[in-house]
């Protein structure tokens, strides 16, 4: 399974940008998240969606600005990200976990395959 991911780029505190992940292969049994990794920290858990009634959860400080939503007759998934703060500047990561987890689904390593990342930079 391949993750493609885009829409990435530079955008300006309070902007909007809206990320997509490309899934080679049907995915609609697998939980899907969006992690991020910012230079000199660890890889951190963002949002993420279940296969099953579609079920979101999110981080805490993305809550609220972030939205994720998944089309799995595309195999997408997608990430909107409104009212954008520097603090969210980072390598934004495609996640699918094939066996379609419930739980720990915050948990990088529940995730067994991943994009290469696209980079978000926002400015102030």
């Known amino acids: 399974v391949h993750l493609v991911e885009s829409g990435g780029g530079v955008a300006q505190a309070g902007d909007s940008l809206r990320l997509s992940c490309y899934a080679s292969?049907?995915?609609?049994?697998?939980?899907m998240g969006w992690f991020r990794q910012a230079p000199g920290k660890e890889r951190e858990f963002v949002a993420t969606?279940?296969?099953?009634?579609?079920?979101?959860f999110y981080a805490d400080s993305v809550k609220g600005r972030f939205t994720i939503s998944r089309d799995d007759a595309k195999n997408t998934v997608d990430l909107q990200m409104s009212s954008l703060k520097p603090e969210d500047t980072a390598v934004y990561y495609c996640?699918?976990?094939?066996?379609?987890?419930?739980?720990?689904?915050?948990?990088?390593?529940?995730?067994?395959?991943w994009g290469q990342g696209t980079q978000v930079t926002v400015s102030s």
């Open positions: 969606i279940l296969w099953s009634g579609g079920s979101t």
């Open positions: 996640a699918a976990d094939s066996r379609g987890s419930y739980f720990y689904v915050e948990s990088a390593s529940t995730y067994d395959y």
């Open positions: 292969e049907h995915l609609s049994k697998s939980t």
